[in-house]
């Protein structure tokens, strides 16, 4: 069945320091969304991106589709340690309208 | 206030047992889901409904029931047939009945099956 990656599973960063995670669907998305997941709390939608090659920028953070739709790119630039928690990527399903495939997550450390 | 409430926020059940935990929304939403989360694997969708009186198995439904006979309400019963239940447990709403709408997420139930 359709699978999307996350990648890393992890990472540490010093405060200040950029942070990216990857997400890569083994079929064409029509759309990617991206949710943070602060500890011990749920996830909260942060943006959707729906064109091939579409990026959009909330603050410090740039949201990136790929051209081909099959995989998305998380940037957070100058991290803050407001920064931390799991970030999720969630992809709809091409042949199933009604489902949201969700990434592994990646989990964000910031070191003060 | 609106928003998606989730209850307990822990529970503790023997094996054996069937559970049932609640989701309720008052966001007036269409569609309704029900997410297991275990530690790094993400989210697995279990059950969605996208419309009242309706809905469907996601990728991981055995063991699981749930109900959709009001449109802010969508529980979820755990059976003694799922063979792993401990877990944390994510409902979640969307304004329409497809996956291009955000999903709204409530704080979650902690399952501990012993």
């Known amino acids: 069945g359709q699978q999307v990656m996350q990648i890393p599973q992890y990472q540490h960063v010093q405060e200040g320091e950029d942070f990216t995670t990857y997400c890569n669907s083994s079929?064409?998305?029509?759309?990617i969304q991206w949710y943070k997941q602060r500890p011990g709390g749920h996830p909260v939608f942060l943006i959707q991106?729906?064109?091939?090659?579409e990026v959009k920028k909330q603050k410090r953070l740039t949201f990136q589709f790929g051209e081909a739709k099959k995989n998305s790119s998380l940037h957070i630039t100058a991290t803050q340690t407001t920064d931390v928690g799991t970030y999720f990527c969630?992809?709809?399903?091409?042949?199933?309208?009604?489902?949201?495939?969700f990434g592994q997550g990646t989990t964000l450390q910031v070191k003060p | 206030d609106g928003g998606i409430t989730q209850s307990p926020k822990y529970l503790f059940r023997k094996e054996g047992q069937n559970v049932t935990l609640s989701c309720e929304q008052n966001?007036?939403?269409?569609?309704m889901y029900w997410y297991r989360q275990d530690p790094g694997q993400g989210l697995r969708l279990i059950y969605y409904?996208?419309?009242?009186?309706?809905?469907q198995k996601g990728d991981i439904a055995e063991g699981y029931s749930v109900s959709r006979e009001k449109k802010e309400s969508f529980p979820l019963t755990v059976t003694s047939a799922q063979k792993n239940p401990t877990a944390f447990y994510l409902c979640?709403?969307?304004?329409?009945?497809?996956?291009?709408?955000?999903?709204?997420f409530g704080p979650g139930t902690r399952l501990t099956v012993t």
């Open positions: 409904s996208q419309i009242v009186n309706d809905f």
């Open positions: 969630a992809g709809r399903s091409s042949s199933n309208t009604g489902k949201l495939i």
């Open positions: 079929t064409t998305l029509s759309n």
């Open positions: 991106l729906v064109k091939s090659g």
């Open positions: 979640a709403s969307s304004i329409g009945g497809t996956a291009d709408y955000e999903q709204y």
């Open positions: 966001l007036n939403h269409d569609a």
